[in-house]
């Protein structure tokens, strides 16, 4: 049928992203008490991952036009 390879499993970092991001804010609240040292680090951490969904979405879409030049190619 098609030679897709199947998508990453970026969705998995969530969890842990989501995590790492309340262990960072709790910290600055409760330690440091103050929130504006949490925020930027989780930031950083969102930003992080959007880019790489964004890489990843690119990624796929080239796989996408190779599969249909591949096919284009093979019909004629």
Same mark, same amino acid.
């Given at each position: 049928?098609?030679?897709?390879?199947?998508?990453?499993?970026?969705?998995?970092?969530?969890?842990?992203?989501?995590?790492?991001?309340? %262990?960072?804010? #709790?910290?600055?609240?409760?330690? !440091? #008490?103050?929130? +504006? %040292? #949490? +925020?930027?680090?989780?930031?950083?951490? $969102?930003?992080?991952? %959007? $880019?790489?969904?964004?890489? $990843?979405? $690119? /990624? /796929?879409?080239?796989?996408?036009?190779?599969? +249909? !030049?591949?096919?284009?190619?093979?019909? /004629?």
């Amino acid at each position: 049928m098609s030679d897709r390879s199947p998508p990453p499993n970026s969705r998995r970092w969530l969890p842990v992203i989501a995590l790492l991001s309340v %262990l960072i804010i #709790g910290y600055a609240l409760i330690i !440091a #008490g103050q929130i +504006l %040292l #949490g +925020l930027i680090p989780v930031l950083g951490l $969102v930003l992080l991952y %959007l $880019v790489w969904r964004f890489v $990843v979405a $690119v /990624e /796929e879409i080239a796989d996408a036009h190779q599969r +249909l !030049a591949a096919h284009q190619e093979r019909q /004629e």
